[in-house]
């Protein structure tokens, strides 16, 4: 039985490999000044020339509105059916600086392939070292997503990303700037033309921007952890602690899995916590603003715990250092972090569990394990307009969990 079991798992990691060499077949052709012609792995190419994602969790069913259910459920509705044209000429525009006004950030140098898709920062940093009010979410797995922002916003890809695009303090561009950029660079004129081969190939449109930036996006798929493979089956894929810190997740006790639920672990659901700010910084009134709503106030999404041993520190406000931090902080009782002068409407979940520090280490060995970059993209050695990438992979992968320190 374990034989059959290990070589389940084995054609799992097999299937993994060949489609990343596939995909970066495909990218390879890109030194001849044509995109990729293949999708990326994961995704299976139509005869109508669109990636469409394949993954295990498609032959499961949909509990929605059924509770928090078991291992083995329904993933969301996903977004897909870009070309492999589009996707590839997104990925070139996510990693190049020319979309920023100052042409010295791009995408990428908050959303770093290598730091989870994040920054690494408490608070993200925009053109000329401007500070910004919250961290960067990581972009793994957007494709599922409904919202975005922490305060939940925006509805879909292609208006989230003109937020920090056109935002003065972000990544400083204008609409007009960005076009006249564009246009003038015949490297993209011609990845345009064979990226939208139906559309009018005389100028860059902004809708052909966004959309390409969006499939790039929605290919960031992150389903292959080890407690992916634990839950399509193969039980030596978690060790005995990190079993226990599943159980912990799910409990009634714990209630993690409530909000951050499996598969996706988000319930992509505003939540108000009472998470601390930054020392000296006021209370961010995150979801009220946009949805101007009293009740809403101090909330923010769920956010994914997909790859999150990556993407330290963590909140909204980059308030906790290390995994460990956060757990603790959820432990500590209802509403202990929230100013005296506030009177917050705080989530029914929050409570006071009185996890044990052996459970919290169990809860941290858990989100261990839902690490997963086999599908992580070809970082260009060059981009179409020459700026420098300025994407290195950190020398040091060591991360912070709070209750060890883990490698790569």
């Known amino acids: 039985m374990k034989k059959k079991k290990k070589t389940a798992l084995l054609v799992v990691t097999l299937i993994a490999v060949l489609s990343s060499f596939y995909f970066l077949l495909g990218y390879q052709s890109k030194q001849d000044g044509k995109l990729a012609c293949n999708c ?125 695009l056109f935002s003065p303090i972000e990544m400083g561009a204008t609409r007009t700037q960005l076009l006249s950029t564009l246009n003038a660079n015949r490297n993209y004129k011609e990845l345009f033309s064979e990226a939208f081969p139906t559309e009018p190939s005389d100028s860059i449109q902004l809708n052909q921007i966004y959309t390409s930036i969006a499939a790039f996006e929605s290919t960031l798929i992150s389903l292959n952890s080890r407690y992916d493979q634990y839950a399509h089956g193969y039980d030596q894929a978690l060790n005995d602690k990190e079993i226990e810190g599943l159980n912990i997740f799910r409990s009634f006790v714990a209630r993690c899995a409530e909000c951050h639920t499996p598969p996706l672990f988000t319930n992509q659901q505003i939540a108000v916590i009472g998470v601390p700010e930054l020392e000296g910084k006021p209370l961010d009134p995150g979801a009220e603003i946009p949805n101007n709503d009293a009740s809403m106030r101090g909330g923010f999404k769920v956010p994914s715990l997909r790859n999150i041993a990556k993407t330290a520190p963590y909140m909204h406000s980059g308030s906790m250092e290390t995994l460990r931090d956060a757990a603790e902080f959820y432990n500590l009782g209802r509403g202990h972090a929230v100013p005296k002068d506030e009177n917050l409407i ?37 981009v179409p307009s020459g700026l420098p990438v300025n994407i290195f992979k950190p020398i040091d992968n060591k991360v912070k969990t709070g209750s060890k320190v883990s490698m790569d």
């Open 40 to 164: 990326p792995p994961g995704f299976q190419l139509t005869e109508q020339n669109t990636c469409i994602l394949r993954n295990l969790y498609q032959q499961y069913s949909s509990l929605q509105n059924s509770g928090v259910g078991g291992l083995k459920t329904a993933l969301p509705t996903v977004r897909d059916g870009f070309s492999p044209q589009q996707i590839d000429l997104g990925r070139l525009l996510f990693f190049d600086p020319i979309l920023s006004g100052d042409k010295s950030i791009s995408c990428a140098s908050c959303h770093n392939p290598y730091k989870g898709f994040a920054d690494g920062k408490a608070v993200t940093v925009g053109v000329g070292g401007a500070v910004q009010t919250r961290s960067a979410p990581t972009l793994w797995n957007v494709a599922y997503l409904n919202s975005f922002f922490w305060d939940g916003r925006s509805h879909s890809l292609e208006d989230q990303m003109q937020g920090p």
């Open 346 to 382: 705080l989530h029914w979940h929050i409570w006071e569990p009185n996890l044990s520090d052996d459970e919290l280490d169990r809860l941290v060995d858990f989100m261990n394990t839902l690490t997963d970059e086999s599908f992580i993209p070809q970082i260009p050695k060059d």
